[in-house]
């Protein structure tokens, strides 16, 4: 059995002072589907498990001058929500392959992203969705965009005495259509061997701006920035998409892993960065 001591601080100033008192032997904990998998598997081994569950305020989905996502916001709220659906498709796609739906009914878009793997389901979304985290601590808010966030596996930005509490998407995104896909052997309940997610708005037949994130591509959950640089622009027609898959693909440096090979997934990218870019392009017409 591993001991710890559970507390349920009722605000965030109570979080900043649990940080404070007990420091590296506390662990916070949002959901609990991403570090009670490690407590088991003893890759940590916190005295104290500080819990965000009760600071319900950051449980939210709205948009005013940005989108703005609730870091406690669930899986299953992103999941069910229309705005979410039809203008940040790529977000629900992510949303709604996490586990299960007893998982993604606990399970929140904060802790996934703060667990900082690089099969994160929604890193890739939000990516390609160009969005900040907003990190509050002691000395106050700052904002850090998502593609800085991740540092390593498992390692970010924030700092210790930082709670993540937001997501800013730019409120100019939901003019984009976008998709992701998960690419894996079975359709839920299973790690991704590959993420792809792709955001773009057309400028007649040419591809005014584009966004494509790339997960368990690399290190931490990433943008290929060159190949979004090569596609706008440019017409949207098959061959542009290819090339700029093959450029993705280029910038990727995945290992091999038990799920899949390193060159298996660079195939992949050169393949699915495409059927996204046409996904989010009929995404975009339908609406």
């Excluded at 997501?167 to 984009?176: A, K, L």
Aim: aromatic residues 6%; proline residues 5%.
């Amino acid at each position: 059995m591993i001991d710890y001591d559970y507390l349920k601080p009722k605000n965030l100033q109570e979080v900043f002072s649990l940080l404070e008192t007990y420091g590296e032997r506390a662990a916070l904990i949002a959901g609990g589907t991403d570090v009670m998998v490690s407590i088991r598997s003893r890759k940590i081994a916190p005295e104290v498990l500080i819990s965000l569950r009760g600071l319900e305020e950051f449980s939210y989905i709205n948009k005013s001058d940005a989108y703005h996502i609730g870091a406690l916001t669930t899986h299953r709220m992103l999941e069910t929500s229309p705005m979410v659906q039809n203008e940040l498709s790529a977000l629900y796609d992510g949303a709604s392959q996490v586990g299960s739906v007893q998982i993604r009914n606990v399970a929140t878009v904060g802790g996934n992203i703060c667990n900082a793997a690089p099969s994160a389901d929604t890193a890739g979304p939000l990516l390609a969705l160009d969005a900040t985290a907003v990190l509050q601590g002691p000395e106050g808010i700052r904002k850090v965009p998502l593609a800085e966030f991740f540092t390593g596996p498992s390692q970010t930005v924030k700092k210790p005495d930082e709670v993540l509490v937001e997501f800013e998407i730019p409120v100019e995104m939901g003019e984009f259509g976008s998709a992701y896909h998960k690419h894996s052997r079975r359709k839920a309940m299973d790690l991704p061997i590959l993420g792809v997610a792709v955001s773009l708005k057309l400028d007649g037949q040419r591809i005014a701006d584009v966004r494509i994130a790339l997960s368990v591509a690399a290190p931490t959950p990433l943008r290929a920035r060159k190949a979004e640089e090569y596609l706008r622009g440019k017409e949207l027609d098959e061959r542009s998409l290819n090339e700029g898959g093959k450029i993705a693909a280029q910038e990727a440096s995945p290992r091999d892993s038990l799920r899949g090979k390193a060159w298996y997934r660079k195939e992949m990218i050169e393949t699915f960065v495409p059927r996204m870019a046409l996904r989010a392009l009929e995404r975009l017409k339908n609406r």
